[in-house]
C-alpha cells in the first residue's frame, strides 16, 4: 500500500473514559481502522465522570494550540441513549464532534461564532447533527456512542467527507449555561472553574475585566496586585496561560493553603 | 532519509507498568527505532501488577477494532525470568505479542482458533516462540522482558519479519482458566469481570445466553429485564458495550450502590 | 500539501503536569502545529512536582532505547519565571530541552559529556540558551514555558533548524547535586533513588561497584548475593532493567515488606 505522504490530520480526543478501561484505545482504533494518516492527541481522559463544565473548559484551553483544521472530538455524555443529539462542527477554528450538550459552547462563544444565551449560530460555523447512518459503527450500541458515531465522524472528516454528508444541519447548538464573570458597580464577580494538579485556581475572570490596581477577595483573604510570576510559598493572583486570573503559590499549593474548591467566588475591586 | 509513505503498522500495548515509570516509553523507544512507520496506541497500562485476566479482558474488549493487521503487545508476566515462554501468534483477527500464560487465550478460544480447554491451536493460527536470539535486544534482562523481547518481536512483525523466522513454532498455547458462564436447569450462573471507570459491573454472559424474559439475581437483588439505556439513578441491567450482559446505572456507580466486587456471581433466569 | 515521506523525529515528553488537565496536550498542539511529522512519546507527566531529580532519573533510564536523533523535552521547572536559563542540548546520544537545572546532567556525566561537579562542557555536546525570542511562542507568558520556549524549541529542532540560530552557546550547563554512591574502606555507600509501580526499589549503585560475593544491608535487614531473577514472595536483590541494584520481589512490592523509602541507605560490602 504506497502512496503519497499527506500532512496528517490531528484529532483531539477529550472524555471521561479513564486510562484504566481500553474504552479510548477502542475509539483510536475505529479512527485508525477508517483513516490511518492521523495523528491523535490525548487531551485528557480524567474529565470527572459526566463533567461536561469540566471537560467544555479543558478544550477551551487548549484548542488555539492545534492547527486550524485539527479535529475536537469531545465525549462527556452524561445523555448517552437519550434523544440528546449527536453533533459535529466545523469552524475557522476547528471542526469539533461530540454530544449536543454545551461541550463545545464557550469556544463557538469566545470566536463569536455562537450567541451564548440561546446557542443559536452567527458565523462562519456549519453543525450538523450526525443523523446519516451509513457514517456510524454499525450495530450502534446505546451505551457508547464515542466508539460507533463520534470516532467514525471524525475519521470520516479526516478522509475528507464533507460534513454536510454527516446529517442534517442545524442552526444552534446546546449552550452551556456557566455563569460568567459579572461586573456591578465597579466590582467584578467571578468565580473558581478549575483547580489543576499543581493547586493553581483558575478563576473565569478575564485579564481584561481588571481594573488598573485591582485587590481581590477569595476565601476570607485579600490579594493586592497582579503578580508576575509566582512567588516562593506565598498566595499571589497571577494572569495565568490562558489569560484567566489565577490563585497561586511557587511549589506550593494554593488550593491547600486557602482550602479552595471548585466554585468558589472570586471577587476583585480596585484597590483603596 | 526520503522514501515513499506506507500506511503506518499499528501496535497496540496493554501493560501493569503503569504511567509513572518511563517502562512504557522505553518499550516505544526500542519499537521506534526498529521500525519507524508505526502508529503505537496504549491499550491500558493500568492492569492490575500480575492480573493476567484482566488483561486478557482489556485485550477481548479492544482487538476487534482495531485493523485486522494490528500487532498487540501485552506485557503482563508474573512469570519473566521463569521458564515460561515467550510468544507470537499471527491470526487472522491480529498478531499478538507477549508471554504464553493465557493473555491472548480468549480472543483465540473467541475466534475459535484455540481449544479453550487445553490451548490447542485449531485453525489459522500461527504461534512461535520467541527463541530466535538475533531478533532480540541484546543483553537481555532477567526482568524487563517487554523492552528485550516483546517490543523487538513487534517491531520485525511491523518491518515485514516472517513470525516463523523469530523462532521455532508451537502446536498450542498456556489457555487462561476462566471460569466461563454455566447454563444448568434454565438457569445462567456467571460471574462479574470487570468494574469500569463509572462503577458499571460487566459480567461475562453474552446476551446470547439470556433467556426470552430474563430476571437478574444479583447481590441480593433482582433486575427484572435487560433495559434499552441506562435509567437515571436506577441500577438495570443492560446489553454493554462488548456484547455482555452489565450491571450499570446512569449518572451513578452501580458497583457503589450494591456493593460490587470482581467475582461476585450473576444469576440469570427466566422471569415467573 | 502532499510531499515525500521523511521519517518522522522522535520527540518525548517527560513533566510533572500529571494527565488530569490539558497542558500536556496544549505543548504536543504546539509542537504538531510547527511541525507534524513528529512522533511524540510521553516518557511520564506523572513525575511528582518540583521534582526535577526524579525526572532527571527517568530520563536517564530511557534515553539510550531511542533513536541518537530523538529530541528529550523534560518541563519540571520550579523556576519558572526566575531567572533560571531555558537551554536545548545537542549530543551524540540524543538532543534535549528543557530548564537549566540539572535535568539532564546526569544524562550529559554519564556520556561524559559533562563535568558532573561543576557542570562543564567536556565533549561533544554543544549547549545554548534559548535566548532568540523569533522561535518562541508570543506572547511568553511567566507560568508556562513549556507550552511558549520548551516545545516549539522542540518543533525547530524537528524541522531541522541548527541549534545554533535557537540562541547564545554555554560552556556549562547547572549539575545536579545527586550524592553518587561512595566506596570507603571496601564498603558501598548507595541510596534507593527510585521506588517503581510494583514497588522495587532501585538505588544508585551500579553492578560495576559490586564486590565478588556482596551482602547487601538495608532497613536493618541483610541479603546475601545477588539474584538472577525475582524470587516468588521473597526479598532480593537483582541487577534492575537499567544496570543498578534493584531490591524486589516477585509478586510483592519490596518497599512496602521492608517500608522502604526513596532516600533510604543501602550499603554493599564483600559477605564475610
Redesign the interface.
Given at each position: 500500500?504506497?502512496?503519497?505522504?499527506?500532512?496528517?490530520r490531528?484529532i483531539?480526543l477529550t472524555t471521561?473514559?479513564?486510562?484504566?478501561?481500553?474504552?479510548v484505545?477502542?475509539m483510536?482504533?475505529?479512527i485508525?481502522?477508517l483513516e490511518?494518516?492521523t495523528?491523535i492527541?490525548?487531551?485528557?481522559?480524567?474529565v470527572r465522570?459526566?463533567d461536561v463544565a469540566g471537560a467544555a473548559f479543558?478544550?477551551q484551553?487548549?484548542y488555539r494550540?492545534?492547527?486550524k483544521d485539527?479535529i475536537h472530538v469531545a465525549v462527556v455524555d452524561?445523555g448517552?441513549?437519550?434523544p440528546r443529539k449527536a453533533i459535529a462542527i466545523q469552524s475557522p477554528v476547528g471542526c469539533f464532534v461530540g454530544p449536543d450538550n454545551g461541550l463545545f459552547s464557550p469556544v463557538l462563544a469566545e470566536q463569536q461564532l455562537v450567541n451564548p444565551e440561546d446557542g443559536r449560530l452567527r458565523g462562519k460555523a456549519v453543525v450538523v447533527e450526525l443523523t446519516e447512518q451509513s457514517y456510524w459503527l454499525q450495530p450502534v450500541?446505546?451505551?457508547?456512542h464515542g466508539?460507533d458515531i463520534f470516532a467514525p465522524a471524525a475519521a470520516h472528516l479526516a478522509r475528507g467527507v464533507e460534513i454536510g454528508q454527516l446529517g442534517r444541519t442545524l442552526q444552534k447548538i446546546h449552550p452551556l449555561n456557566l455563569q460568567p464573570p459579572v461586573s456591578r458597580g465597579g466590582i467584578v464577580y467571578g468565580t473558581i472553574i478549575?483547580l489543576?494538579?499543581?493547586g493553581n485556581a483558575i478563576s473565569n475572570i478575564p485579564e481584561s475585566m481588571l481594573p488598573p490596581s485591582p485587590a481581590l477577595d477569595i476565601a476570607g483573604r485579600t490579594l493586592h496586585g497582579i503578580s508576575?510570576?509566582?512567588q516562593e510559598g506565598q498566595v499571589v493572583a497571577?494572569?495565568?496561560?490562558v489569560g484567566l486570573i489565577?490563585i497561586?503559590a511557587?511549589?506550593a499549593s494554593a488550593a491547600d493553603i486557602l482550602g479552595l474548591r471548585e466554585g468558589d467566588r472570586l471577587t476583585v475591586r480596585e484597590d483603596t
Amino acid at each position: 500500500m504506497l502512496g503519497y505522504a499527506v500532512t496528517p490530520r490531528v484529532i483531539t480526543l477529550t472524555t471521561d473514559f479513564g486510562i484504566v478501561d481500553a474504552y479510548v484505545a477502542v475509539m483510536k482504533g475505529v479512527i485508525i481502522t477508517l483513516e490511518s494518516n492521523t495523528h491523535i492527541v490525548d487531551l485528557s481522559h480524567e474529565v470527572r465522570p459526566q463533567d461536561v463544565a469540566g471537560a467544555a473548559f479543558l478544550i477551551q484551553s487548549a484548542y488555539r494550540y492545534f492547527p486550524k483544521d485539527a479535529i475536537h472530538v469531545a465525549v462527556v455524555d452524561p445523555g448517552v441513549g437519550t434523544p440528546r443529539k449527536a453533533i459535529a462542527i466545523q469552524s475557522p477554528v476547528g471542526c469539533f464532534v461530540g454530544p449536543d450538550n454545551g461541550l463545545f459552547s464557550p469556544v463557538l462563544a469566545e470566536q463569536q461564532l455562537v450567541n451564548p444565551e440561546d446557542g443559536r449560530l452567527r458565523g462562519k460555523a456549519v453543525v450538523v447533527e450526525l443523523t446519516e447512518q451509513s457514517y456510524w459503527l454499525q450495530p450502534v450500541s446505546h451505551t457508547f456512542h464515542g466508539r460507533d458515531i463520534f470516532a467514525p465522524a471524525a475519521a470520516h472528516l479526516a478522509r475528507g467527507v464533507e460534513i454536510g454528508q454527516l446529517g442534517r444541519t442545524l442552526q444552534k447548538i446546546h449552550p452551556l449555561n456557566l455563569q460568567p464573570p459579572v461586573s456591578r458597580g465597579g466590582i467584578v464577580y467571578g468565580t473558581i472553574i478549575h483547580l489543576d494538579r499543581f493547586g493553581n485556581a483558575i478563576s473565569n475572570i478575564p485579564e481584561s475585566m481588571l481594573p488598573p490596581s485591582p485587590a481581590l477577595d477569595i476565601a476570607g483573604r485579600t490579594l493586592h496586585g497582579i503578580s508576575e510570576s509566582y512567588q516562593e510559598g506565598q498566595v499571589v493572583a497571577i494572569v495565568g496561560s490562558v489569560g484567566l486570573i489565577e490563585i497561586a503559590a511557587r511549589n506550593a499549593s494554593a488550593a491547600d493553603i486557602l482550602g479552595l474548591r471548585e466554585g468558589d467566588r472570586l471577587t476583585v475591586r480596585e484597590d483603596t
